[in-house]
Each structure stands twice: as C-alpha cells, then as structure tokens.
C-alpha cells in the first residue's frame, strides 16, 4: 500500500530557503571581496590612505550581498518566516563583523596566523550557523523568535502537526446502541450496533 503523502508546510520551506541561500552567499561575497580589494588598493597607489581601509571598505562592501535578507525579514508573508529571515541576517552579520575583525588584525599586524585563525573561525560560524538555523526552521523552531517573547506564533510542520484526541461516547449515544440491540428489527443493524459496543470495550466476550 503506498504511503499517505502529506503537503509540505510553505512556511517551514520558506524559512529553510533562505538558510540554503546563506550557503550558497560566499560564492559572491568571496569574489566581490577580492575585487574591491584590488580596486581599493589600486586606489591607494595615487592617494594617502590608512591600511585599515582597504579590510574595511572591501569587507562592507561585499557584506553588501547579506542586504538581501530584508526581503524575508521585512516583507515575509508571515511572522515565523520574517523572524527566520531576522535570524538569518543575524548570522551574516556575526561573518562580517568576524571578518571585519580578521581583516583589521591581519592589517595593522601582518600576522599570517591571526589570518588563518580568523578563516578557520569563519569556516566554523558559516557551517555551524547554517546548520542551526536549518533545523530550527525544519522543525518549526525559531530561537530568536523564542528569544524575543514570540514563541507563541512558532509553527509545526504538517507531518508533527498532533491529532486532536477523540471523544469518549455519551451515555445518550450509548443508550442508542443498546436501544437498536434491543428493539430493532433489523439484524444488520443490530451486528453493527453490537459491533460498536465491542470495539468501546463495553460488552464481554463470553
């Protein structure tokens, strides 16, 4: 028998898309970084500039990809996917504040092992970023949202989504089935009254 297919919930598949753009987003920024570096820098050979400069403009400016996730954090259709895309951009701005940082160091430094640290603490904030908010959004959780005192309107994927548990029968339901045992005169619907009764656990096998 082939399993029962359930919808997807369009929310939760929102949320996770844009966590799937954030690995995707250093195919740009990582170009665009290298270029303004060298943009910047060829600007430097016929003006007085600080060092600090290049890092700074060249990390801005590529960061500039991340603005993308107002989309989703201001005009998302609904609250738990504008709090996703919130959070979203919460952890592109924890890679470029840390890239910022690694930058200006290695800058003022020229230290090639603050450089190496600084790519290897990028490395783990971009997977592990990444991953945490996927599977919030796949669960239908949002930290941030909890955070912020609006767990409340946290949705469920469909599948998890639990079943409302049924009602006992009333004793004027049962009445009615033990009144067509009794006085009905039709035996099918007689079984299928008793039949009921079984299946309520209200009539002993003899």
């Known amino acids: 028998m082939a399993s029962k297919m359930t919808k997807p919930n369009s929310e939760i598949q929102t949320a996770k898309d844009w966590y799937f753009w954030l690995w995707l987003s250093p195919v740009l ?15 430097a050979g016929t003006n007085e500039m600080s060092p600090w400069i290049f890092p700074l403009v060249a990390v801005l400016g590529s960061a500039l990809w991340h603005m993308i996730l107002l989309i989703p954090a201001i005009g998302g259709k609904t609250e738990f ?3 996703h895309g919130r959070q979203a951009l919460l952890l592109a701005g924890a890679r470029t504040a840390l890239a910022l940082a690694t930058a200006l160091i290695f800058s003022l430094r020229e230290d090639g092992f603050s450089l190496l640290l600084g790519f290897l603490l990028l490395v783990i904030l971009w997977l592990g970023g990444n991953i945490w908010g996927l599977s919030q959004a796949k669960r239908g959780d949002c930290a941030l949202m909890r955070w912020s005192g609006h767990g409340d309107g946290l949705t469920l994927p469909v599948a998890q989504t639990p079943e409302p548990p049924k009602q006992p029968p009333t004793p004027v339901e049962i009445d009615q089935l033990v009144g067509i045992i009794r006085f009905n005169s039709n035996p099918e619907q007689r079984l299928a009254a008793l039949a009921q009764l079984e299946r309520l656990g209200l009539v002993e096998s003899l």
């Open 81 to 83: 996917v504008r709090w």
């Open 29 to 43: 920024t990582i170009p665009t970084l290298l270029v303004l570096l060298m943009v910047v820098s060829f600007s």
